[in-house]
């Protein structure tokens, strides 16, 4: 069966309702696993790839940049740049003193990604976060300079909040500059807060009414939702443990046991019924990452899981409560 293809935002790019998180990639994927798995990913006809020039420098010895140049040594390899749409970020600090959206340092951080990437062109570039120090249409102005160049295609933002996204698009619509066309937020089945709220001025709102792509991160909630973290001891050896730890409360737990109850029902594991979730609720692609084929072939077949309004209701009440105010565990440097 053909994937059934999404347009991201207003822009010209065309992706399956699944995007391989490149997080993984120099990290706890090595060259062998992170090839097979990109292989893997193509030849089931999907080809979003998300990655960052920051990852992974959050791992001990990392400088950042390992996820780019792992992509970009395949892509060399296969010689297959045209199956794929490659995003990528700029904003955080990979060098010293050096981030922002200003245009002096985006100038900087498109060529070390394209150099890192071997490509000459990024399909989507994405404010990695926001930058209020820089003025939007500055930042805009850059875009729109690297777009003419032939250097980028379409332009996304992440971690940013409804005002400042609104704001975005303000000035892109007066200025004439390009606009956000995907917003790549924190959101899943146990963190909806960020996303969701506050209604009536949420994000999830802003995207529905703009148009905006949605390509989630964190949709897995580091592995929580795959259903494999029941108890304390189930942490050991992961390396986003820590961050798992937290979810381990009677919501996580109820939100567990929906989800069993949904996986039994409808024939699938608690991972692929959480990203049907997602995409039920509007995602246009949500983001997960795999260290093995094993682990990916499982996590694609969700896309052909199509979750009725019945075991949608029922996630939905398990996840209830979260809170834009609730003390939150801060999200790793990630995907």
Known sequence: MALEMRQLGNSSLSLAPFALGGNVFGWTADERASYEVLDAFVAAGFNFIDTADAYSMWAPGHKGGESEEMIGKWLKARGNRHKVLIATKLGVEVVPGESGLSRAYMRKAVERSLKRLQTDYIDLYQSHRDDPQTPIEETLAAYQELISEGKVRAIGASNFTPARLQESLDVAAKTGLPRYESLQPWYNLYDRAQFEEPKGNSLAELCQRENIGVVSYFSLASGFLTGKYRSEKDLAGSARGYRVKDMLNPRGLRILDALDRVSK???????????????????????????????????????????????????????????????????????
């Open 265 to 335: 029902e409808v024939g699938a594991t608690p991972a692929q019924v959480s990203l049907a979730w997602l995409l039920a609720r509007g995602v246009t692609a949500p983001i997960a990452s795999a260290t093995s084929v094993q682990q990916l072939n499982e996590l694609l077949r969700a896309v052909d899981l199509k979750l009725d309004a019945g075991a949608v209701e029922i996630l939905n009440e398990a996840s209830a409560g979260d809170s834009a105010d609730a003390p939150r565990a801060p999200p790793p440097r990630r995907s």
